[in-house]
């Protein structure tokens, strides 16, 4: 059995939600298991239990969210390699994937050992949301693609 953790920054609920989409996904996979944790409820020694990561947040003034970025830097000193992982945002209006790329450039230079195989950057239609129409179920489809490489790797 495979297991996937999924890490997460939210302030209005949405990022969790295409997290737990996302796991819901991956659980598909009957080799597979994964959880969802806010960065708060994991500490970066645990991150060595899992055979892929995800990170996820929303978009903060064109930045991926505070407190995910600190707990990556607090975990650059885990020795991660051979794992695989994927990173995700929420945005409004015309920002898709910014927060999403950022994240992925800082995955890159503080977690040397992970290779990202995945990105997605999910729409909400306003501040505090709620999701735009599809989003939750491209976030499950996600889910199950991403869990087909993990099996297959
Ligand atoms: C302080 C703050 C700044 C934000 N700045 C942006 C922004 O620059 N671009 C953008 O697309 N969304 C921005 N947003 C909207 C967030 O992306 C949106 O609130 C988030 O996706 C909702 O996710 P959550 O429910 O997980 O918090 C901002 C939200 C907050 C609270």
Do not use: W
Request: aromatic share 6%; proline share 2%; hydrophobic share 35%.
């Amino acid at each position: 059995m495979k297991k996937v953790i999924i890490i997460y920054e939210s302030v209005y609920g949405n990022t969790k939600q295409i997290a737990e989409a996302i796991s819901k996904g991956i659980n598909e996979h009957a080799e597979l298991e994964s959880i969802v944790k806010k960065t708060g409820e994991i500490h970066t020694d645990d991150l060595c239990n899992y055979d892929a990561i995800l990170f996820g947040c929303p978009n903060h003034n064109q930045e991926p969210a505070l407190n995910l970025l600190k707990f990556i830097d607090r975990a650059s000193i885990v020795h991660l390699e051979g794992k695989i992982g994927a990173v995700f945002d929420t945005y409004t209006g015309g920002n898709k994937d910014v927060a999403a790329k950022k994240l992925e450039t800082k995955v890159r230079e503080k977690m040397l050992g992970i290779e990202l195989i995945g990105r997605l950057s999910s729409k909400v239609t306003g501040r505090k949301g709620p999701l735009a129409d599809d989003e939750e179920q491209k976030a499950l489809e996600f889910g199950i693609q991403f869990g087909r490489k993990l099996d297959e790797s």
